[in-house]
Structure formats: C-alpha cells, structure tokens
C-alpha cells in the first residue's frame, strides 16, 4: 500500500453571516474529477505550509501568507481508485480579498500541469454535497 501526506486548504469568506468555501472545477480536462478545494501532495523534505503555499501558487495562482493558515486537523482517507493511503493536515484561511469566480492554468511538475481550474466561491452546505475525494470531512 502507497502511503502519501498530503495538504488540504478551506479558503473561507464571510457573506453576510454565511460562510463560502473556495473550491474549484476542471471539468474539461478530467470531468470524472468533481469539485474540489486546492491540495497536494507533500514532497520528500518539503515542510506542510510551505507544500500548502507552493499548491495554491501552483493550482489556482494565489500567493497567500502562511500566517494566514491555521491547522484545523488531520484525517487519513483510502484511496477507492488505487492502493493509496492519503495522510491529510486541513489548514484554515479567512479572507474577503479574493475575486468572485477565476480560472487559472496550473503550472507545476505534476499531471496537473497545463490544466485550467474554475474557481468559485460555494456556500458550506452545498460544498458538503459537491466535493469529492472526501474534501468536506472536516466543514
């Protein structure tokens, strides 16, 4: 079994006294993938904030401050796809600073290079309906 530690952000705005999670769509290059929030995998000798930092540079083209992240928890998630074993530390942001919907090409080393992500604001409710991969655990 693979084991791999990954990094998990709940980007959260204040609407009106309703909370909006930051997630995303890339239902072009793989529709199969569903909506989710911006993570990855941590490399070997790499700190989990700056991995954090370094996937939401990559995925959606933020350059956010780690003192804006706190850690919220940890899970372990099986992979239903593959033998893997997901170790995942979910950090927090709060902010009201970011544009309603934005699409991004990813630019990393990864599969992912090269794909465009749809990003948009979802309230806490209908992100628990539409995430995948188990992303909602902790709202």
């Avoid at 902010?95 to 990393?108: D, F, K, M």
Wanted: proline fraction near 4%; charge should be negative; glycine fraction near 8%.
């Amino acid at each position: 079994m693979i084991t791999k530690t990954k990094v998990i952000s709940y980007i959260v705005r204040d609407i009106k006294g309703f909370p909006e999670l930051l997630v995303f769509d890339h239902e072009d290059q793989y529709p199969d993938a569903g909506t989710q929030v911006v993570g990855g995998t941590v490399e070997a000798g790499e700190e989990l904030l700056p991995a954090l930092m370094r996937e939401l540079a990559e995925e959606s083209g933020l350059k956010l401050n780690e003192s804006e992240f706190k850690k919220i928890g940890e899970t372990t998630y099986q992979r239903k796809d593959r033998p893997e074993i997901n170790y995942r530390h979910y950090y927090l942001c709060k902010t009201n600073e970011l544009p309603e919907i934005w699409e991004h090409t990813v630019q990393s080393d990864g599969e992912d290079n090269g794909m465009v992500f749809t990003f948009f604001w979802l309230s806490f409710p209908e992100a628990r309906e539409r995430l995948t991969g188990n992303f909602a655990e902790l709202l």
